[in-house]
């Protein structure tokens, strides 16, 4: 079985000021982890990935995420974060051992960043 | 277009009516999705097509869902006797392959209330 957990419905944070969203996870092979985002009135797209390699994955739009398996998370970062970064964002995670899996999704987090 | 289209982007039914949604994807993907997106939760998956193949049926949530996808492009999912619990957002997916993210694109949604 698989999940992925958002703690934080809702993130608040300063223009200029560094962000971080979270993600836990949960799954029995190896996670295959995503982020996406969604913009008001726009469709969900994709944000950045981890699969193997490098803990430490850049994205669009300047964002990062850090794999960390001891603590099964793939927090969201960016250190300087703009107004036109307000979305909900979605953490994501599939098990890459299973041929058959599917990608499963946490509940979002909304960020939002006051000017 | 360039991306995914569904119709229509806003649904408003009375209970126990049947409706039907539908999606248009990016030319050349052979994998579709449906998922679901209530306030407050994150996406549920639905349903998903790869090619010619059996659908993946797994996660639709009763015998009252149902989806097809014709010439292996345009999707419908039908929804019958519709319940005020079927109220979201439902959004469609493609990619070039199945599990192939990076090249995931979400359309709009189409946003079903019940009544």
Redesign the interface.
Known sequence: AQSVAQPEDQVNVAEGNPLTVKCTYSVSGNPYLFWYVQYPNRGLQFLLKYITGDNLVKGSYGFEAEFNKSQTSFHLKKPSALVSDSALYFCAVRDGYSSASKIIFGSGTRLSIRP | GA??SQSPSNKVTEKGKDVELRCDPISGHTALYW?RQSL??????LI?FQGNSAP?KS?LPSDRFSAERTGGSVSTLTIQRTQQEDSAVY?C?SSLSF?D??T??????TRLLVL
């Open positions: 991306g995914v998922y407050g939760q994150g996406l549920e998956f998903y993946d996660g959004l997916a599990r993210e990076e995931q694109y979400f359309g709009p949604g």
